[in-house]
């Protein structure tokens, strides 16, 4: 397929917005344990604009890899650089994360939830109302602007946090496994969503997830990590056109492109089931 | 030892040093409140001369009958409410109320029915601590999941049997909660009563020690008081620590 | 959900009715040497709330209550806000403020009546005590069991100390703070009242004791009733808040 060629190359030209050399992270021992070598020596490229997925076992560390790009934890050896500036321990601008876990608050309302992302930016109130609404219109939730969390569903509050997150404007997205806690059904709409949004937004996306179709389906380069302690041990390239949806599970690639995944996949994971409990 | 024992340890001593210093210094007056290591001595003279034995044995047996009958009525009356929703519903707003109430109140108005006797205090140690337990079982057995009463009918189990090996072992825990909240509201009810207007027991001592201005006497009592009431408290909250531990639920 | 308050609200009225009649069964066991029916009761209230004295004793008591409220909430705020916050302490100073708890506080009163002397200081000093450690405990546990997420989200907006304090973490904690207000509001009035019990010369606990010495039932009758009610009815409200509170 000549269009994926060229998509393909013209991605790999793109510049690196985040790159990781030899990077580890170790956590120090907690009462009477040893420390914990969770990630490591790792180096990844993350190219502008693309959209790169992270699978693996369980406790390989994918979730401490985001914590490193997010700059909510250093490295313990290495050096991660986000547009050029190293990351330390602190979260540089232009960085947004959706977690797993519901992170609305309860408190406020999803119009006031959204609104909350714009809480540093030195615009006035009605121009914040205004991107808000815009960013609440592009995700669907027009109609629950003015209800509580409590009173919507998993996905509809997921959502709420991701319209929270983009209406920053982020230049990088970290998506930590967000559809973890959705039924199958609404996890395949809400990628749908996904590939949407980093269309419109023209953000890089980063997204963590356990589920290798959605890897498949989402990403532009997917990285497999091995057992903890995570290092990489395949990195994919899926060449699929950027106008791309959850139909593409049709294409013959599909299949062979999890079968890839999970060939490698396989073995680390029983090397992680071995060691649990 | 633990950072935590540490600190916690360091927190008393800073506070006793800090009054040892505030009274040698003259900042505490002596009529205020003697030196803590003249309290001390104070408390363990009349320790070892046995004094106020009688007193304090009689406070501590009101004590335990105002326990022993809110603690065995509460379980009885909240396993029986358990059974009966409509009643508990009922009863609902008086619980949730409860301790909102000067229980103490009603002290003279037990005083004017009963006398000046024992009965009045009593009564006020049992009014405090039943609805305590009462609730507290009633949240136990509340928490029974349904999956445990469902594997004992599946196994032949007659009702008391439920009871007796599945469901009471099951609210151990709340029960031994239970025993905790109902000595402490037994002890605030009893010597309370007592100090307000009573003709023996510690309560009674430390109030008449106050109007005849014997620190020397009634700084000790209150003393004795307050490690009796923070020694039992310890005790049945480390027991009910072991228990929720051991069940991962610590 | 219209169905469910119609029933709490019968079943209230249920209770009362209920509380009543086993009042007026006891009047009739017991007898006027030692009891006064609701009747007799609620009548001879009305006259009293007629006298000036009545008053007198009821502002002073609301007086030395309100000031212990202010005392206790500000600043168990401050000490719960703090422990919680602050990991260790917050985690070492928990069970000491719960053995605080449950030791009789009536037994300290004398050192508070030989610190402050014998007047309103030393019953506002007493109600605070009995109200600053429910705060306290309530808001440390708060702060303390915001969930970690909420934090996390405020790190990756880059939000200050300050502004996570005043725009998450404070906004998390309110239900749980509000309940350890509501503990403390009541705590307090018992405390301020059981003062007015012993070594007062005003105020609706001295009333009581007062009475006690003339061996007048209808007083005593009558400011215990009032008492109780008092009690029940604001904390009722505070309930209905606090329920409000928990669901929104």
Redesign the interface.
């Known amino acids: 397929m000549p269009a994926a060629q060229v998509t393909a190359q013209v991605s790999a030209q793109l510049p690196a917005q985040v790159t990781l050399r030899g990077v580890t992270k170790v956590f120090p021992a907690v009462a009477g344990g040893k420390p914990v070598h969770a990630l490591g020596p790792i180096d990844i490229e993350i190219r502008k604009g693309e959209f790169f997925a992270v699978v693996g076992p369980s406790g390989c560390g994918k979730s401490t890899l985001l914590e490193l790009i997010a700059g909510l934890t250093a490295p313990t050896e290495g050096e991660i650089e986000f547009e050029g500036r190293a990351i330390g321990d602190n979260v540089p601008d232009g960085i947004g994360v959706v977690f797993q876990e519901d992170a609305c608050f309860p408190w406020l309302n999803v119009l006031e939830n959204v609104e909350f992302g714009l809480r540093l930016k030195t615009i006035g109130a009605d121009e914040k109302a205004r991107q808000a609404a815009a960013v609440i219109d592009m995700m669907g939730l027009r109609e629950f602007a003015g209800s509580y969390p409590a009173q919507l569903s998993g996905g509809m509050r997921q959502r709420v946090c991701i319209a929270r997150t983009i209406v920053a404007q982020p230049r990088l997205i970290l998506l930590d496994e967000p559809f973890g806690a959705l039924d199958q059904q609404t996890r395949l709409l809400m990628g749908d969503e996904v590939l949407r949004l980093w269309r419109q937004t023209g953000a890089t996306v980063f997204l963590i997830t356990h589920a290798l179709d959605e890897a498949a389906m989402l990403a532009d380069r997917i990285l497999v990590m091995s057992a903890r302690p995570g290092k990489t041990i395949d990195l994919v390239e899926t060449s699929w056109p950027r106008e791309r949806d959850s139909r593409i599970v049709e294409r013959e690639n599909f299949g062979a492109l999890t079968s890839r995944l999970w060939k490698t996949l396989r073995e680390e994971s029983m090397k992680t089931m071995g060691r649990a409990g | 030892m633990s ?2 024992r540490l ?2 340890i360091a ?2 001593a800073g506070f006793i040093l800090l009054l040892e210093v505030l009274c040698l210094a003259g900042v505490i007056d002596k ?3 003697p030196a803590p290591h003249i309290i001390v001595r104070d408390f363990v003279r009349m320790i070892l001369a046995g004094r106020y034995f009688d007193e304090i044995g009689k406070s501590l047996v009101n004590v335990l009958a105002a326990f022993a009958s809110a603690y065995l009525i509460g379980v009885m009356v909240g396993t029986i409410l358990h059974g009966h929703r409509t009643t508990r ?6 619980f ?2 409860y ?11 037990f ?3 009963f006398g000046l006797g024992d009965g009045p205090q009593v009564l006020i140690g049992f009014m405090l601590a039943v609805v305590a337990v009462i609730v507290t079982t009633l949240n136990g057995l509340d928490r029974v999941p349904p999956v445990l009463k469902k594997t004992a009918r599946v196994n032949g189990l007659n009702a008391l049997q439920t009871a007796r090996h599945v469901t009471l072992p099951f609210c151990a825990p709340y029960l031994l909660t239970a025993a905790k909240l109902a000595l ?1 509201y037994a ?2 009810g009893v ?2 009563s007592e ?3 009573a003709r023996s027991g510690m ?1 009674y001592e ?2 008449y ?2 109007t005849n201005f014997d620190n020397a006497t ?1 700084y000790p ?2 003393l004795l ?2 490690l009796l ?2 020694a039992a ?2 005790l049945l ?1 480390r027991w009910e620590k072991m228990l929720l531990a051991r069940r991962g639920q610590a | 959900m219209q169905p469910r308050e119609n029933a709490t609200f019968r079943n209230t009225v249920i209770l009362i009715a209920g509380l009543f009649v086993f009042w007026e069964l006891a009047y009739l066991v017991v007898g006027d040497v030692a009891l006064r029916s609701p009747w007799q009761t609620t009548q001879f209230l009305g006259k009293l709330m007629q006298t000036d004295l009545f008053w007198l004793h009821l502002a002073d008591s609301l007086k030395a209550f309100a000031v212990a409220l202010v005392i206790a909430v500000v600043l168990g705020l401050l000490i719960g806000f703090a422990l919680g916050l602050h990991r260790l302490s917050g985690e070492a100073m928990e069970p000491m403020l719960v053995a605080l708890y449950s030791i009789p506080k009536i037994t300290l009163y004398p050192i508070i009546l030989l610190a402050f002397g014998i007047g309103i200081s030393a019953k506002i000093a007493f109600g605070a005590i009995h109200g600053i450690i429910p705060v306290a405990l309530f808001t440390l546990n708060a702060v303390r069991t915001t969930r970690p997420i909420l934090i996390k989200t405020g790190r990756v907006m880059k939000l200050s100390p300050v502004v996570m304090v005043r725009e998450i973490l404070f906004p998390a904690a309110v239900p749980e703070i509000f309940t350890g207000i509501r503990v403390g509001f009541s705590l307090t009035l018992i405390g301020t009242v059981l003062g007015e019990m012993f070594a007062a010369q005003r105020g609706l606990g001295y009333l009581l004791m007062s009475a006690i010495s003339l061996y007048n039932v209808d007083l005593i009758m009558s400011v215990t009733f009032l008492l109780v009610v008092l009690a029940a009815a604001v904390n009722m409200v505070l309930l209905v808040i606090d329920r409000r509170l928990h669901h929104g």
């Open positions: 950072r935590l600190y916690q927190v008393v009529i205020t409140m519903e009922i009863l609902d707003p008086l949730a109320t301790y909102a109430i000067p229980v103490f109140a009603f002290y003279p108005l005083i004017v029915m402490a002890f605030i010597i309370g100090f307000i207007m309560g430390i109030s020690a106050y009634m009592l209150i008081i307050l009431s923070i408290n310890s909250s």
